[in-house]
């Protein structure tokens, strides 16, 4: 049964406004340990892979935002939330600390998927019951 359900699209141009203005700050606001050692990986490569990476993890995590209803309060933070990947490649949600107890306490689990063209990045994600909710019985 699904919990809910978040989409974000996110002007790629603003991001790199952001990385202009504010330097790696920013960045460290956003990505987690394991998404800054990527995100300075593709900079170096290609600075605006590492653009677009980071305009991807935004959306990604905006979207996750929204599906859980939680918008950007506690327990959800930006660092708190990685999007990672599976052996796959497919995207995966990946939560630390006080979120991922929140969000498992809950029951739940996430499926999201992300995606950027030319000038934006774009999120979508739903959030469901890990297990299926218990059969209403009706009198």
């Given at each position: ?13 603003r ?25 300075r ?9 590492g653009?677009?990476?980071l ?11 929204k ?5 950007m309060?506690?327990?959800m ?58 059969p209403?019985?009706t009198?």
């Open positions: 049964m699904i919990f809910g359900i978040g989409t974000d699209i996110c002007d790629i141009r991001i790199r406004a952001s990385l202009t203005k504010h330097g790696e700050r920013f960045a460290l606001k956003i990505l987690s340990d394991a998404e800054l050692v990527t995100w990986t593709r900079s170096q490569r290609w600075p605006e892979r653009v677009r990476y305009a991807t993890r935004f959306s990604a995590k905006e979207a996750f935002s599906a859980v209803g939680l918008g309060r506690m327990p933070t930006w660092r708190l939330c990685e999007v990672g990947k599976l052996p796959s490649g497919k995207p995966a949600i990946v939560l630390h600390g006080g979120l991922k107890r929140w969000f498992e306490a809950q029951g739940l689990c996430a499926h999201i998927s992300v995606t950027d063209e030319t000038d934006y990045a774009a999120s979508f994600c739903v959030v469901e019951y890990a297990f299926p909710a218990p209403t019985i009198p």
